[in-house]
């Protein structure tokens, strides 16, 4: 009888706290998700504005790479231009022809590093300018 009893008494509890526990409700649950999507949203802006700062930095060092590659082409096109003057009062001197197509081959990589600096620098420009108007 007591074993009965003692029985029914942790039946009882048991069913009772089954019957008891917290119920999460559907709002509970829209709240918790809307809060996710924020911390989401919130984590891109961040990433965003780290990449945006980077960007700007590059951009100020690129920007410096640009003036140093256009006056080193400047200079290469004005070596170019006097081996080019020399060699057209002696046409036949072998040294002067020499120097005058490694001028042009000089003139030409600086050149194309100058162009390359600032396509670089362009394209920065084009991702930061993308950046501030997300």
């Known amino acids: 009888m007591k074993t009965q009893a003692i029985f029914y008494t942790v039946g009882i ?3 009772s706290l089954t019957l008891s526990a917290q119920k999460i409700s559907k709002d509970s649950i829209q709240s918790l998700n809307q809060q996710k999507e924020a ?8 990433e965003d504005k780290t990449k945006l700062a980077k960007l700007e930095n590059e951009l100020a060092e690129k920007t410096t790479q640009v003036e140093k590659t256009t ?11 006097t ?17 005058a197509k490694k001028a042009a081959r000089e ?5 194309k590093d100058a162009r390359k600096a ?3 620098q362009a394209n920065i420009e084009k991702e930061i300018e993308s950046l501030r108007k997300k």
């Open 83 to 99: 081996a080019a003057g020399a060699l057209i009062n002696n046409a036949q001197d072998e040294k002067l022809a020499d120097e």
């Open 118 to 120: 600032a396509d670089d």
């Open 107 to 111: 003139a030409a990589r600086d050149s």
């Open 71 to 81: 006056e080193a082409a400047q200079k290469s096109a004005d070596n170019n231009k």
């Open 39 to 46: 911390i989401g949203i919130s984590e891109k802006i961040n």
């Open 13 to 15: 509890s048991f069913l």
